[in-house]
């Protein structure tokens, strides 16, 4: 389909094209789901819809001479002016930096900063947890922790059928990876002590309950790799060079203008 395609006509020969619906839906849908959106037909009937409505209704604003009007005037001032300074903004973003040198630079503030990439100690564990509300809420634990203790002991199955968890119960109570800091103090302690794969915690009592842990892996600390983050670091330098290219430019145009200050105290003054 050709980018000017009619996608629907109107009243009074109104057309709306495809390169219109793109404009409109990149004025309302963010870049994320701008793509999946427009491949659902009922989405690009609503965007194409909405442009010919709004076509519709400024063509009668104009039979009705609305245009003329010193208000409505100064609106269409400012949008033709926000629109034109965008698009000047736009060619002063040019075609980005380059990947070569932006990757470079990565590097060198990767290498610079070391501890900006640090990565603390991590344990990855599964729980049982018994809401101490439970009757013979301790008991339970009690029995809960000698079956994991059985040799061919399965944990997972354990939490899954009878953790008061729900959220990690249906993955086995497994938790993932948490870093000191994340959780209950007792039970963070009791998480770090298990030295390898496999120990079990004694009971652990917390404000939530009783808990069984299992350590399931552990994570020294060390650092990202840079391939790990190059990406996003290559992306977050791109858009300061963007916003330094930018602030470079209004600040040169902000040299020549010469603001009234007693003027804009006295409008400000009225609105008081």
Same mark, same amino acid.
């Given at each position: 389909?050709?980018?000017?395609? *009619?996608? /629907?006509? /109107?009243?009074?020969?109104?057309? !709306?094209?495809?390169? =219109? @619906?793109?404009?409109?839906?990149?004025?309302?849908?963010?870049?994320? @789901?701008?793509?999946?959106?427009?491949?659902?037909?009922?989405?690009?009937?609503?965007?194409?819809?909405?442009?010919?409505?709004?076509?519709?209704?400024?063509?009668?604003?104009? &039979?009705?001479?609305?245009?003329?009007?010193?208000?409505?005037?100064?609106?269409?001032?400012?949008?033709?002016? $926000?629109?034109? *300074? =965008?698009?000047?903004?736009? $060619?002063?973003?040019?075609?980005?930096?380059?990947?070569?040198?932006?990757?470079?630079?990565?590097?060198?503030?990767?290498?610079?900063?070391?501890? &900006?990439?640090?990565?603390?100690?991590?344990?990855?564990?599964?729980?049982?947890? !018994?809401?101490?509300?439970?009757?013979?809420?301790?008991?339970?634990?009690?029995?809960?922790?000698?079956?994991?203790?059985?040799? +061919?002991?399965?944990?997972? %199955?354990? *939490?899954?059928?009878?953790?008061?968890?729900? %959220?990690?119960?249906?993955?086995? +109570?497994?938790? +993932?990876?948490? /870093?000191? +800091?994340?959780?209950?103090?007792?039970?963070?302690?009791?998480?770090?002590?298990?030295?390898?794969?496999?120990?079990?915690?004694?009971? !652990?009592?917390?404000?939530?309950?009783?808990?069984?842990?299992?350590?399931?892996?552990?994570?020294?600390?060390? $650092?990202?790799?840079?391939? &790990?983050?190059?990406?996003?670091? @290559?992306?977050?330098?791109?858009?300061?060079?963007?916003?330094?290219?930018?602030?470079?430019?209004?600040? *040169?145009?902000?040299?020549?203008?010469?603001?009234?200050?007693?003027?804009?105290?006295?409008?400000?003054?009225?609105?008081?």
């Amino acid at each position: 389909m050709a980018a000017a395609a *009619a996608l /629907g006509t /109107g009243p009074d020969g109104i057309v !709306v094209t495809a390169d =219109e @619906v793109l404009s409109e839906a990149a004025q309302r849908l963010p870049p994320d @789901v701008r793509a999946t959106a427009l491949e659902e037909p009922r989405n690009v009937a609503t965007l194409a819809n909405d442009i010919a409505t709004k076509r519709a209704l400024a063509a009668e604003a104009e &039979k009705l001479q609305l245009d003329k009007d010193p208000s409505v005037a100064l609106q269409l001032r400012l949008a033709r002016e $926000r629109v034109l *300074a =965008e698009a000047r903004l736009a $060619r002063i973003d040019g075609q980005g930096p380059d990947r070569a040198a932006l990757e470079k630079a990565a590097l060198a503030e990767y290498r610079a900063d070391p501890q &900006k990439f640090a990565t603390p100690e991590q344990v990855r564990v599964r729980h049982i947890l !018994v809401d101490q509300r439970r009757c013979d809420a301790e008991g339970l634990i009690g029995r809960l922790l000698e079956q994991a203790r059985a040799p +061919g002991a399965d944990f997972g %199955a354990l *939490a899954r059928d009878n953790s008061d968890d729900p %959220a990690s119960a249906k993955r086995g +109570g497994d938790l +993932g990876f948490i /870093g000191r +800091g994340k959780m209950d103090r007792e039970f963070e302690k009791a998480a770090f002590a298990l030295a390898s794969p496999g120990d079990l915690s004694g009971v !652990v009592r917390t404000s939530s309950g009783f808990h069984v842990i299992r350590l399931e892996e552990r994570k020294p600390a060390g $650092r990202e790799p840079f391939e &790990k983050v190059r990406d996003s670091m @290559v992306e977050d330098l791109a858009s300061r060079e963007i916003r330094n290219r930018r602030r470079l430019a209004t600040e *040169a145009i902000a040299k020549g203008i010469q603001l009234d200050q007693e003027a804009i105290s006295a409008f400000a003054k009225q609105r008081r």
